[in-house]
Each structure stands twice: as structure tokens, then as C-alpha cells.
């Protein structure tokens, strides 16, 4: 078995994430929790756009943040 003290370290590659998809995410989340609050007494379907928002922007957070 090779201990791998005589190896080089190698260099690690990562895949860097999308700067336009956290920003989008972020503000998806921001709008969707804008519309959540305003609509709570309100109309009940601006509510549940809001958590729609809400969760394509945390899909996009995690995919922009995929790599990091």
C-alpha cells in the first residue's frame, strides 16, 4: 500500500457558483416574503404566489451556491 508521503500535493478544483443566480435568488425571497406579509389578511392567492417566490428563490440560491 502507498502511504502517499512521496506524492505531490495536488491542486483542488471547484466549481465556482453563479453570482446572477444567488442575486436573483435573494431577490425572489425578498419579494415573495414582501408579498407573504402584505397579503396575510388579504387575498389568500397573492399569499401563496408569495411562498412560490419564496421557493424558486431558494432553488435558485442553492443552485447558485451549487459549487462552493
Keep these: 500500500m502507498q502511504s502517499g ?3 505531490e500535493p495536488g491542486r483542488r478544483c471547484y466549481k ?3 453570482a ?3 442575486i436573483a435568488g435573494a431577490v ?3 419579494l415573495g416574503l414582501l408579498l ?5 389578511p388579504g387575498w ?3 399569499a401563496l404566489a408569495g411562498l ?6 431558494y432553488l ?3 443552485l447558485g451556491r451549487a459549487g462552493r
Excluded at 407573504?36 to 396575510?40: A, H, P, R, S, V
Excluded at 412560490?52 to 428563490?57: R, S, T
Design 5 to 7: 508521503w512521496g506524492r
Design 16 to 18: 465556482q457558483g453563479s
Design 20 to 22: 446572477g443566480l444567488t
Design 28 to 30: 425572489l425571497i425578498a
Design 36 to 40: 407573504l406579509f402584505l397579503c396575510i
Design 44 to 46: 389568500a392567492w397573492a
Design 52 to 57: 412560490v417566490f419564496i421557493g424558486a428563490g
Design 60 to 62: 435558485l440560491l442553492r
